[in-house]
C-alpha cells in the first residue's frame, strides 16, 4: 500500500504562483510513476501532468503545459506541482497519484490516490 498526501494548497490571485506537494509513505515511491490530476466542482477528473519513476519523462496536459512544472524527489519521497501565472480555469481539487504502468494520462490506469488538496484562483 501506498500513502499520498497533499499540500500546498490555498486561495491566490490570477498571475500568481504556488507549488503543490504531495508526500509518499508506505511503499517504495520510487518504483512508481506519479501524476497529477484536478477536478472541479461538476466536473470528471482531469490529467494535469506526470512523470515517469525512473527516466524522468514528463506529460502535461495542453492547458498548463508551459505554466505548470512536474517534479520529483526520489530521496524526500516527495512530488511537486510547481504553479505559474495561474488562472481562475485552474481552481480545482488537485490530487496527486501513483501507477506502475509509466506515464498515463487516464485515471483508471493510477493504482493509489491521494485526498487532494484545493486551490483556488481569483480573477
Known amino acids: 500500500q501506498l500513502m499520498l498526501a497533499e499540500s500546498g494548497g490555498g486561495l491566490v490571485q490570477a498571475g500568481d504562483s504556488l507549488r503543490l506537494s504531495c508526500a509518499a509513505s508506505?511503499?517504495?515511491?520510487?518504483?512508481?510513476?506519479m501524476g497529477w490530476f484536478r477536478q472541479a466542482p461538476g466536473k470528471e477528473r482531469d490529467f494535469v501532468a506526470a512523470?515517469?519513476?525512473?527516466?524522468?519523462?514528463?506529460g502535461y496536459a495542453d492547458s498548463v503545459k508551459g505554466r505548470f512544472t512536474i517534479s520529483r524527489a526520489n530521496a524526500k519521497n516527495t512530488l511537486y506541482l510547481q504553479m505559474t501565472n495561474l488562472k481562475p480555469e485552474d481552481t480545482a481539487v488537485y490530487y496527486c497519484?501513483?501507477?506502475?504502468?509509466?506515464?498515463?494520462?487516464?485515471?483508471?490506469?493510477?493504482?493509489?490516490w491521494g485526498q487532494g488538496t484545493q486551490v483556488t484562483v481569483s480573477s
Open positions: 508506505g511503499r517504495t515511491f520510487n518504483r512508481y510513476s
Open positions: 497519484a501513483a501507477t506502475s504502468r509509466g506515464v498515463v494520462r487516464d485515471t483508471s490506469q493510477y493504482d493509489y
Open positions: 512523470i515517469s519513476w525512473i527516466s524522468g519523462t514528463t
